[in-house]
């Protein structure tokens, strides 16, 4: 299982033990894994993006360069697009896998 603690992403086994660090990041909020890509996904509000790593943590991209004052919150991957939530301005947005076509959708209440 992958999970966020501090401002770590880590690894570990169902049952807890063998925990590893994979990644070091400013205030994540969100992971999600792309089985069929084989990556995993996160979203950091202390450095405003949207990055992704291999599963063992290696290969970091930055996706998407959020604006200063974005929130993002919770991630999700669907196809070939990102979403993310903006928690300040109640925007659901997406781009696609490697940053481009970013979309901001309709304020959700």
Known sequence: MHFLTGNSIMRA????????????????RGIVIDFE???????????KQIRSSSLAGGDIRTIVQLGPASHSQVIAVMGERI???????????????????????????
């Open 37 to 47: 890509g084989s990556r995993l996904y996160m979203t950091s509000t202390g450095e």
């Open 83 to 109: 979403y993310w939530t903006d928690h300040f301005a109640g925007k659901l947005e997406s781009c696609k896998k490697y940053g481009t076509d970013v979309q901001g959708g309709p304020k959700v209440l």
């Open 13 to 28: 086994e169902m049952d807890g033990s063998n925990r590893v660090l994979l990644i070091s990041v400013d205030s994540p």
